[in-house]
């Protein structure tokens, strides 16, 4: 009769055997060979440097075509700048015409008015004018009446002019004597 309480050699051995290739076999990867890398390079990354390769020019033309749309979108907006400045410009020019024009007439009219004048008279008012009007509105009247105008001031206010039109005749200087 057989114990079967304490195994024989052989049955147990077997039973080993069988306990350690289930637990083998439950080992993920116990039997798998180790099989080294390929020499080539992932085949992804060469799939995404041909296409980085492929589409360079693709790609540089598009960043081109976008900054040329830029350089045309930044020259519309100079040019329009430029047109709204050339109007300005324009009216600005009409205005300094209309001015000078204005000028012209208004200095005109005002040597008239002295000029019909009496001397004590004219002084009196061209004492209290600018020095600058006063010495331009002396310029313009006939040498005698401004003679006539000068001896009527007072000396300070005759001199000051006279320094003025004197400067004013002096090609080499630009300033007002001090």
């Known amino acids: 009769m057989t ?25 993920p990867g116990a039997f798998a060979q180790e099989v080294a890398a390929p020499a080539t390079a992932d085949p992804t990354s060469s799939e995404i440097q041909k296409f980085c390769t492929n589409i360079a020019d693709a790609a540089r033309d598009q960043r081109y075509l976008l900054q040329k749309k830029e350089l045309a979108d930044l020259q519309s907006k100079v040019d329009e700048r430029i047109a709204i400045l050339e109007q300005r410009k324009a009216e600005y020019e009409d205005w300094l015409k209309r001015r000078n024009d204005f000028l012209q007439q208004a200095e005109a009219g005002l040597v008239g008015i002295y000029k019909t004048m009496k001397p004590d008279a004219a002084a009196g008012k061209l004492e209290l004018v600018a020095p600058e009007i006063a010495a331009a509105i002396l310029m313009k009247l006939p040498p005698r009446q401004s003679s006539l105008i000068l001896s009527e001031m007072k000396n300070e206010k005759a001199a000051k002019l006279t320094d003025l039109i004197s400067a004013a005749s002096d090609p080499n200087t630009s300033k007002e004597p001090s």
């Open 3 to 27: 114990d079967f309480r304490t195994p024989s050699a052989p049955a147990t051995r077997k039973g080993a055997l069988a306990a350690l290739a289930l637990l083998a076999l439950a080992i």
